[in-house]
């Protein structure tokens, strides 16, 4: 599965961003996608999880952006999003997405993910 992750860019603090990661490949369904994020000189950090379908679309977040970020996908358009909401300068990173097959247990690690997107950047000014 290749990825491409879009949507950044550069918001005032309270605003709202939409993130998407398109994926190729026909099992994308199969597949559970993650979103993370990585500001400067940090390592890279757990931002939002979404299962595979046949999990019935379980999600899970940081708590650091619990409330704020939802995460959803659509397999028709095999895609994933990340709706941001309520945007805070420390949101400022760049941001990844990924897939996985591992067990949905490890869904916020960041070693269990295989295939990953290039990432985008989100500036929140405050």
């Known amino acids: 599965v290749q990825l491409q992750a879009s949507g950044g860019g550069l918001v005032q603090a309270g605003g709202s961003l939409r993130l998407s990661c398109a994926a190729s490949g026909r099992t994308f369904m199969n597949f559970h996608g993650g979103w993370f994020r990585q500001a400067p000189g940090k390592e890279r950090e757990f931002v939002a999880a979404i299962s595979r379908s046949a999990y019935g679309d379980s999600t899970r977040y940081a708590d650091s952006v619990k409330g704020r970020f939802t995460i959803s996908r659509d397999n028709a358009k095999n895609t994933i999003y990340l709706q941001m909401n309520s945007l805070k300068p420390e949101d400022t990173a760049v941001y990844y997405c990924?897939?996985?097959?591992?067990?949905?247990?490890?869904?916020?690690?960041?070693?269990?993910?295989?295939?990953w997107g290039q990432g985008t950047l989100v500036t929140v000014s405050s």
């Open positions: 990924a897939v996985t097959q591992i067990v949905w247990s490890y869904a916020d690690d960041t070693r269990r993910y295989t295939n």
